[in-house]
Nanobody, 113 residues
């Protein structure tokens, strides 16, 4: 059974940084692609970044240059480094694995102005 556990969310002032962590289990980590999604109340979840098994990455235009997704295959972990945070980055951030269409429980990020 695939399990994704996120952590690292919190409250930060605009311009600050947070690093989200997603620990995956129940799958062969290094052959899978992962993504971080963000959900704001009343809106659909949007993909902010993804990383393939070959370490290729993609980012939403709204976070390019500020967010960095990475993976550590030895630790079965995906990270999202978020810098220069803006109030519009606030939301619940979810870890997602494409192969199994599985989601974590999410971690709340709140950026104050």
């Amino acid at each position: 059974q695939v399990q994704l556990v996120e952590s690292g969310g919190g409250l930060v002032q605009a311009g600050g940084s947070l690093k989200l962590t997603c620990v995956a289990s129940g799958l062969i980590f290094d052959i899978n692609a992962f993504a971080w999604y963000r959900q704001v109340p009343g809106r659909q979840r949007e993909c902010v970044a993804n990383v393939r098994d070959n370490d290729r990455t993609n980012y939403a235009n709204s976070v390019k240059g500020r967010f960095t997704i990475s993976r550590d295959n030895k630790k079965n972990t995906v990270y999202l480094q978020m810098d220069n945070l803006k109030p519009e980055d606030s939301g619940v951030y979810y870890c997602y694995v494409y192969w199994d269409n599985d989601w974590g429980e999410g971690t709340q990020v709140t950026v104050s102005s």
